[in-house]
């Protein structure tokens, strides 16, 4: 055997100029849990300043709060998930990354048919009478508050995981991105469905779901943009 | 790598003088010979460097720095393009993959000849396993697989390596 290799000298420069002592990373569930608090705050603020929904009680607790419990659970996993894809030796198997992105898509368009089926009807807000005249004529509008509100509400939540995310090393950054926008998406709608009165199938999946789409997005062209400045040869690293 | 992580530049040497020469000889299967082998083992130490904060100590090392320098060889192709050159001209092989498992069953050069020919990703997946002695549990965790993929694709590298060693030395009979 012969001596141990020895790193060049412009390598071991390199590293000695910076060797300032670092706290090891987290394991992706406690990445993932550490997320917990401040999607739970920004997913329930629209329910602080508008309130639950006015037939909950017709949707009964497990429709209302159960699904949503759900679908903030399927979030943090989503999260998870990303955490692993962001780790050289912890990948998890392709098939399981696609399989939790389909498996939150069915869950959405599941969980909005169900609410569709037990309350079909069209709310009346308690707002002046004459605005209620107007969403009856013109829907789209509430479309367009709870899309815009929703992307709003998500994207914050993409940018507080793009930071929690910045030392990621995960081999397709976009797909590492995708998957926690995806979980902020589904975690901003477990708090927006509660909230939202309308039921029907075209305002759910088409603005709300229009909305986790936009954060997915979201989530892939900023991981991507990290990671290619991450990882790009010889780039920098924060 | 935590004694690296409080900022001992002789733990990293340590590290470098364990992993270097196996990281270098992955790399430079990856490449398929090709001589910025160096350059990609010194750019992963570097990202290492630089990522040190984004390794938990519940992950052994040697898997996650083999991680890194497949992030960093698969970036590097992306960004140089280099992935159609690098697999169509084998002219030069990799130096280093010669199972101990296939030794008796041809010479190195053949050994070698046939390992670039195999499918990409069972070619890995057997060095890995083979060449470097990686469990299948880590080998599914660097390359995104399951342990049983990893073992498959193996084991399919092998069946295949057999196979195309006894056609060398029936055409040599």
């Not at chain 1, 990303?82 to 399981?96: G, N, T």
């Not at chain 1, 590492?176 to 509660?194: F, K």
């Not at chain 2, 430079?28 to 090709?34: A, C, F, R, T, V």
Request: some cysteine.
């Amino acid at each position: 055997m012969g001596p141990a290799p020895k790193p060049p000298e412009a390598l071991l420069r390199a590293i000695a100029q910076d060797l300032r002592p670092v706290r090891p990373s987290p394991q992706p569930i406690q990445l993932a849990l550490r997320m917990v608090p401040l999607a739970l705050l920004v997913s329930s603020l629209i329910l602080l300043v508008i309130g639950p929904r006015q037939d909950s009680r017709i949707l009964g607790p497990l429709l209302t709060w159960g699904a949503s419990a759900a679908q903030f659970m399927f979030a943090i996993a989503l999260v998870w998930i990303a955490a692993h894809e962001s780790m050289p030796a912890a990948k998890l198997p392709r098939q399981i990354v696609y399989f939790a992105e389909v498996a939150a898509s069915l869950m959405v368009v599941f969980v909005t048919l169900l609410t569709f089926t037990r309350s079909p009807a069209n709310p009346t807000l308690p707002v002046p009478p004459w605005i209620n005249a107007t969403l009856r004529v013109s829907p789209w509008i509430a479309g367009l508050v709870c899309g815009v509100g929703s992307t709003i509400a998500g994207g914050i939540l993409v940018l507080f995981f793009s930071w929690v995310f910045r030392n990621s090393l995960a081999t397709r950054p976009a797909v590492a991105g995708a998957l926690y926008g995806a979980g902020a998406g589904l975690a901003i709608n477990a708090g927006w469905r509660i909230a939202c009165p309308f039921s029907a199938p075209g305002h759910a999946l088409g603005a709300h779901g229009a909305a986790i789409v936009a954060t997915v997005i979201l989530g892939a062209l900023i991981g991507r943009f990290l990671g290619r400045r991450k990882l790009y040869i010889g780039g920098r690293s924060s | 790598m935590i004694r690296y992580q409080g900022g001992s530049l002789d733990a990293f040497q340590e590290i470098y003088a364990q992993l270097a020469p196996g990281v270098r000889r992955y790399l430079s299967h990856l490449l398929g010979g090709s001589e910025i082998a160096d350059d990609l083992l010194q750019e992963t130490f570097l990202q290492m460097h630089r990522s040190r904060a984004a390794y938990n100590p519940i992950y052994a090392v040697r898997p996650w720095v083999f991680g890194l320098a497949r992030n960093v060889f698969l970036m590097n192709r992306r960004a140089a393009r280099r992935w159609a050159t690098v697999h169509e001209s084998r002219e030069e092989l990799p130096e280093a993959p010669v199972l101990p498992e296939a030794d008796r069953l041809g010479s190195q050069d053949e050994i070698r000849r046939s390992i670039a020919y195999l499918a990409p990703d069972q070619a890995e997946a057997l060095l890995l396993h083979h060449e470097w002695g990686f469990s299948f549990e880590e080998i599914a965790g660097m390359l995104g697989i399951s342990a049983a993929a990893a073992r498959a694709r193996a084991s399919r590298g092998m069946a295949d390596l057999r196979m195309a060693l006894n056609s060398l030395q029936r055409a040599r009979a």
